[in-house]
């Protein structure tokens, strides 16, 4: 803090009074209480100092425009006071700071010496002395540090070998720090350069898989237009070559345009295909409204099966068996039948099955058996 070069305080001193009797105003300087001035100029001293000595000496009361009275006035007088301090402890300033840790260096040694001087003005009132005390060199007081005891942090005398030491193990933590930084630092950029190759390679996959599907979708709409339209050869190379591909998923779509087409020669095609990819094919039964005992004989004659060994691509010859176990004139045995466009006939032993392809994708007609009323059956082509 800057000071300015001359300050003051203004005090009152009380001098000794009769009790009950108004002071008089026409006390002299031999009057005035040194003492009391004294203690007033020691208390202005900072405590980091040591008042040794203290001299106080009349001097000519100032005008008011800092020029001598040219007369004494009885009521006003002045005295010049010359201060012997002494330091009372060693000062420090911060040199610099490092966490906890303050490197100071020294200022001033104890029982360093300064003098301090000061005018005391008084001004004898009915209330006894006043005086107004300027100290005349403050300045002397300032630039000195601060005693150990003042500093913050852990303080530590730079140039020390704990300094040193201090030092060296800071600039090590923080080497350290550093080597610790570098290397989170490269694990982030490695993480976000791994999940940025992961991104893209996601991206990448899941363009490639729009693509697919795009490509798929337009040889599914490709293939649907060719099955569905008035071109009998151009719809049944459309389905031979969907069937003759690697996606079971497009062969089962050509499968079912096929069967839904109404076209019996595609249907054919189909069917044939359909049976030939089968070793059993599950057979249900209903009973008729025509004959009352139907319902007895399908609850007796258990589930019927068509199983298949061989079929002829060509012609749509089948061979197999055909059965249930419920009668013993429909028990499974030995079985031949025939694919003729969209309608598919098995004879076995006492029993015929015979078969039309529907709209609902599945095969409809009759199961009979020679001593049987005839049943409802029903193929779901799937």
Known sequence: MVRPAAWGIAVTLMVGLAPGLAPVPTARAAELPIDRIRAEVSRLVPPLWTVEEMTANPIPVPAPDGKAAAKTVESRTAVRIAVKLRLAKPTYAVESRDGAVTFIRPVAEAGLEKTL???????????GWSARIELRNPEVLEGIGQPLEE????PVLAGSAEANRLRDQIARDAEARGAEEDARRRREEDLLARQAAATKAEEERAAAERRQEDARAARIAELRARIQGADRPARIAAYEAALGGNDPSLRQIALEAALQSRDPVLGNLALKDWIARRKAVPVQLYATKEDPHSETVLNNLGPLTLEIDSVNPVNGALAGRLGAPG???????AAVGAL????????AYGCALSLRLTEQQTLDGLFRCQTLPALIARVTVD
């Open 117 to 127: 001087t000061a005018t005391a003005l008084a001004t004898l009132g009915p209330n």
């Open 151 to 154: 500093l913050p942090g852990r």
């Open 327 to 333: 009668y013993s004139i429909a028990k499974p045995s």
């Open 340 to 347: 003729a466009q969209t309608t598919l006939t098995v004879n």
